[in-house]
């Protein structure tokens, strides 16, 4: 049963939008579903493409964008559909005969269990299909309007004015904010003035999806396979069980290149990756998508028009280009994409001040800083002559001891508005203020089943408060001081006692409230350990309790000790209205 | 993106038909979609419902069913939106308060772990709305005639002529084969003068979906309570979080009752609900469905119309009733779908002899005789007076000690043409012949990962057989004999050293398979251990190999040494053509 489309939400592009978001990418679609979380307020997504993305591009899907596709309510359908990278393989010129190449390690992807979620192989279009689907099974019934180019805008002083083509006729859309999400060459970014600064040289790839036969044994396997003259490979298996991507180095872009590597035929990239895979071949029976994608490390310095009430933001690779050799464009988008929506939706829906808007470039320019930095040494790692790394397992040594990167976790944002100083850390050590909230198993009481904590967060722009009780009375004295808003505010209680042992009805009622028309009790607030699952010893958190504020894109932003009800109402009072 | 429907396909009921299905209840949808992966046997389902079940009926999962969902892909989809069944509890009256109850025990529903899957609680509606998903995507496009009766049928000497009322007008379809799926008041079971027999009388349940308010604690958990004069309710939370269902006795049906219990109000069914829970209450704010289901324990003594060469099959409700106590209406008629349909499918195909269609009855009729004998103690002992078990504890005992019966897993079929005799057991003592195959994790050699080889097993009509290698070349001795038929055998090979030991490339050509038009290999044959997966310790598999035979219903067929390649093929010949 599909839903039924909005009778309300105009089916032409209106003439005034509270958002505009230009581009269908990643970030674009991450932004566009959630914000069509949020009912009251008119978003539009224009892109330039007549329909659906079809084919190609990024393709890696690292567990931090698997937990994200969770609160977006996909993430088991992504599962089930993708290829699982469980092991990575180093493959390096055989010391005795160096012209051939030999397996040197095989290393596990996530040697320490840094999620509940896998890192994956995916199509971007299939996650941009579900992203789509999302949106028009949200509140807003959103749909993209496909076939509309974003020509240029004009900042006003309480709007944006947006020209756009569609049909080969130009019109202005007045638009209170706009979502510049329109990838590397980013007119939204040259509209604001912003320009993609670093590394003048851009890098070669030549990048293949293959259905083909081999004596190569890991072309199943993610590897990365280094030839004695420098060349590489970077091997990536794609969902489905036959399909393997070749991203083939094709070296440095000389600076007069005029397009000339761009040309490159897809023969001469098969031929250099059998010369690389030598003594193994490749026997190629089709591919189905090929491309010469060219990049260099870029970023801009600022995600925004102005460090005042800014009115523009860009996003993903409009801010930051960089290989695509970690893996990275698809999942620091979705994420750049998040990051906005969920504050321009607080925003205009009146629950938070403007100035919450300032902190995503803040936020997210030092996320691309960082990406970048990785990128540069793991890119001239893999590409650096095996005789010259200071020791044979270098390569090897450096993927395995910064895995946390790659899989999407070293973000920790700084103090801001948003993100409280650490004082009260000690109070809950795995639950580091700023970085993402780590699921842990626990169990319902209400019905015992063990569920986990973090998969009830989804994506609809709500807070979420944590109150892991003491074993004394100081959480229920903080319950009585609690009033809190449904529709702003996700409220939930954690035992430290094993669940048989919580007596339900002696619960404070703010943790059993009453829903919907009917006035029924909601049983799914309050949890408990058992069964050898103690998340508070998995967790770090002190007996005594803990208060644990997690934002709508699931960040840690304060811990606090359950007597600091007065903390928690003046840490929100810093954010909001 | 939803496939186009087949343009071969007849878009009306023709006069002909390969397997005419009657009813699209659980069993009718089972095997409607089994045979849809035939796309060479016209097979068409008729219903008298205009459309879709909409609402009410059974609503328990066994594990069983979910490890069948697995194979027609939407285990991971029902498990998402179901209620888990993750304990049940059990109230009594209070000894020294004898009319108020309190709870005596809690206790897991699955203390040993029996399946990966769990047990769950999803509205019936939703599991045939998937079977028919599968239907419609399968290669014959198979879409159900709503709104077509079942009338009568006549067999003749190679056909079944079927007599059809479909907008007030009567016609002939001539079916090679007719599936009865038409429910406890089947006329197709009139129809071949099979009789429903057992007790004559009837027990009445009033059945109700309540949205409530109460101070009763367990609302949200499965219970089974009994008041102190021997009433007593069975309380199922539903998935969705707010709704419970309760299945409140209304005692036996006297003969004379001539349909007075049907005509119970809803309001009598509450009231009859709060004396039981005394000292607690229910108010009820809502009762999307309710129902007076009378149910008595009865059986036919074959599910066909003739020991030779039958022609009609009935299954599910049809052959057998019970109560919903043991929740296994849904399931049971399932498992009676899905045998008797690959086995059609089979036959038509030209794949197996016609006396593989007499296995059905003798298979199925055995597991309802058991279903009926586990039924009756387990509804007499809910309805015992506390007072007359044999020990307090009695009831509770009985759940744990059985558990693995209404999970689903009891059934063992006994040797016949698709069972072979266990003769050679010891050498899988986990995969015991005539149970379903209990699947474990391995690693897939081609990329390292760990998974379920169950679930590699999908609906597909065909026969599984893993190889499980000795350490020396036995395993490669048979493979040299092996020859098999893509289509209608899954041949897998699982080394017991751990997966980066083995040397995929040296594996024999049979495990690695060139596939499609392309004629790619297929990566996907070769497993093993590792990571701490042992299948070879988990399932008792001799060190030597074993070769294990499962049939298309995941049920293990045959154990065999691997020296036995003339045993294997002269066990298919005993079933093939
Ligand atoms: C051709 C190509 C191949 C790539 N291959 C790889 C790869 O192999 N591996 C890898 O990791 N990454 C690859 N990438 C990069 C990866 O896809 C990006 O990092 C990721 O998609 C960034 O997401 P985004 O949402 O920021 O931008 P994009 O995905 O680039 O989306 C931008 C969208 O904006 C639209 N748009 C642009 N201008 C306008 C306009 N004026 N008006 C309206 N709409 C507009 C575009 O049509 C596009 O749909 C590739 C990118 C491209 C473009
Ligand atoms: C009203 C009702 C309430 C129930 N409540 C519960 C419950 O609360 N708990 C529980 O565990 N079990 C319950 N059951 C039993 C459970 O639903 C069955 O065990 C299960 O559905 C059996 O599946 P089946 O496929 O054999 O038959 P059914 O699900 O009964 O399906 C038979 C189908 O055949 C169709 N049909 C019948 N006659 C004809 C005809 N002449 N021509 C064409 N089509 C025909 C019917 O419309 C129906 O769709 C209930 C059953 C019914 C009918």
Same mark, same amino acid.
């Given at each position: 049963m599909e839903p039924a489309a909005d009778p309300e939400r105009p089916q032409h592009l209106p003439d005034e939008v509270d958002v505009l978001i230009v581009g269908a990418g990643p970030a674009g679609l991450a932004a566009f579903a959630q914000l069509a979380q949020f009912p009251g307020i008119s978003t539009r997504l224009i892109e330039r493409r007549a329909g659906r993305l079809e084919i190609g591009q990024a393709d890696g899907l690292q567990a931090r964008s698997i937990e994200s596709f969770q609160a977006f309510g996909f993430a088991q359908r992504v599962i089930e559909e993708s290829y699982r990278i469980y092991s990575m393989a180093f493959w390096r010129p055989d010391p005795e005969r160096p012209t051939e190449i030999v397996r040197t390690r095989l290393v596990p992807d996530d040697p320490s269990g840094i999620s509940e979620f896998p890192h994956l192989i995916l199509n971007q279009a299939r996650v941009l299909d579900y992203f789509a689907e999302f949106a028009f099974n949200s509140p807003a019934r959103a749909v993209p309007d496909y076939g509309v180019e974003f020509v240029g805008l004009e900042v006003t002083g309480d709007a944006v004015l947006v020209t756009v083509r569609q049909n080969d006729q130009e019109r202005v859309i007045r638009a209170k904010y706009v979502l510049g999400c329109d990838g590397a060459r980013s007119q939204v970014r040259e509209a604001i003035g912003r320009k993609l600064v670093g590394q003048a040289a851009m890098h070669a790839w030549g990048v293949m999806d293959v259905l083909a036969n081999t004596?190569?044994?890991?072309?199943r396997t993610k590897c990365a396979i280094q030839s004695h003259d420098g060349r590489n490979i970077l091997l990536i298996p794609r969902e489905g069980g036959y399909l393997t991507r070749f991203y083939v180095d094709l070296g440095e872009v000389p600076k007069d290149d005029a397009g000339s590597v +761009?040309?490159? &035929?897809l023969v001469s990239i098969v031929e250099q990756a059998n010369r690389i895979l030598h003594p193994y071949r490749i026997e190629v029976q089709d591919v189905p998508w090929w491309s010469v994608y060219e990049v260099g490390h870029r970023l801009t310095d600022k995600f925004h028009d102005a460090d005042e009430s800014p009115k523009v933001f860009i996003t993903g690779d409009a801010c930051h280009t960089h290989s695509a050799k970690a893996g990275q464009g698809m999942n620091v988008s979705i994420q750049d994409g998040w990051n906005i929506a969920w504050k321009l939706g607080h925003v205009l829906d009146g +629950?938070?001040? &403007?100035?919450?808007?300032?902190t995503y470039s803040a936020e997210r320019q030092v996320v691309a800083q960082n990406l970048i930095a990785f990128d540069k040494e793991w890119s001239a790692l893999m590409a650096?002559?095996?005789?010259?790394?200071?020791?044979?397992?270098h390569l090897e040594d450096f993927y395995v001891k910064t895995f946390e990167f790659p899989a999407g976790f070293m973000t920790q944002y700084q103090p801001s508005m948003l993100t409280a100083q650490p004082t009260h850390q000690h109070l809950a050590t795995g639950f580091p203020i700023g970085k993402r909230f780590k699921s842990a198993l626990v169990h319902r009481v209400s019905d015992t089943t063990p569920v986990h904590l973090g998969h009830h967060a989804r994506a609809d722009g709500r807070w979420r408060i944590y109150v892991f009780a003491d074993n004394g009375e100081k959480a229920h004295g903080l319950a009585a001081e609690l009033t809190v808003q449904e529709a702003w505010f996700d409220l939930k209680i954690i035992y430290q006692q094993p669940f048989a042992e919580v007596q339900i009805q002696k619960v404070p009622a703010v943790f059993r409230p009453k829903q919907g028309r009917l006035q029924v009790?909601?049983?799914?607030r309050i949890y408990a350990t058992g069964d050898g699952h103690d998340i508070f010893a998995e967790r770090g958190i002190s007996r005594d309790g803990a208060i644990v504020v997690v934002r709508?894109?699931?960040?840690?932003?304060n811990v606090l000790p359950l007597t600091a009800g007065d903390e928690l109402t003046s840490f929100f009072a810093g954010i909001q209205v």
């Open positions: 004596d190569f044994p890991d072309f +761009r040309r490159t &035929p +629950r938070a001040r &403007p100035e919450l808007l300032e650096m002559p095996a005789d010259q790394m200071p020791d044979p397992a009790t909601d049983w799914e709508p894109d699931q960040y840690v932003a």
